[in-house]
């Protein structure tokens, strides 16, 4: 079993920066694939990044540039730094952890999920 506890999250201006953090505890965090994803009121769940030992990052389109993704095996925590912040980044912002090396962009590919963290960005 693994526990996943974001923070990070808050009310920024558009064009500022937040870092989320994900803390994870259980099972060995280094093994695991990690994603973030984001969800607005009324719209589906959204890939937003993933890291990996053997595939590396990757990013949605429409934070690239902007986002960047990392971890800290030695803390079991991944982090997602965004910056310049748009109001379309306003979103409940989610981390998961994953086993498989496949299809990360999709949720039903991770097996744990953190319970979120707000992020609002006004205009």
């Known amino acids: 079993q693994v526990q996943l506890v974001e923070s990070g999250g808050g009310l920024v201006q558009a064009g500022g920066s937040l870092r989320l953090s994900c803390a994870a505890s259980?099972?060995?965090?280094?093994?695991?694939?990690m994603g973030w994803f984001r969800q607005a009121p009324g719209k589906e769940r959204e890939f937003v990044a993933f890291i990996t030992r053997s595939l590396g990052t990757y990013y949605v389109d429409s934070v690239k540039g902007r986002f960047i993704i990392s971890r800290d095996d030695a803390k079991s925590t991944v982090y997602l730094q965004m910056n310049s912040l748009k109001p379309e980044d306003t979103a409940a912002y989610y981390c998961?952890?994953?086993?498989?090396?496949?299809?990360?962009?999709?949720?039903?590919?991770?097996?744990?999920w953190g319970q979120g963290t707000q992020v609002t960005v006004s205009s």
């Open positions: 998961a952890a994953g086993s498989t090396q496949y299809n990360l962009i999709y949720p039903r590919s991770y097996d744990y």
């Open positions: 259980g099972r060995t965090f280094s093994s695991f694939a």
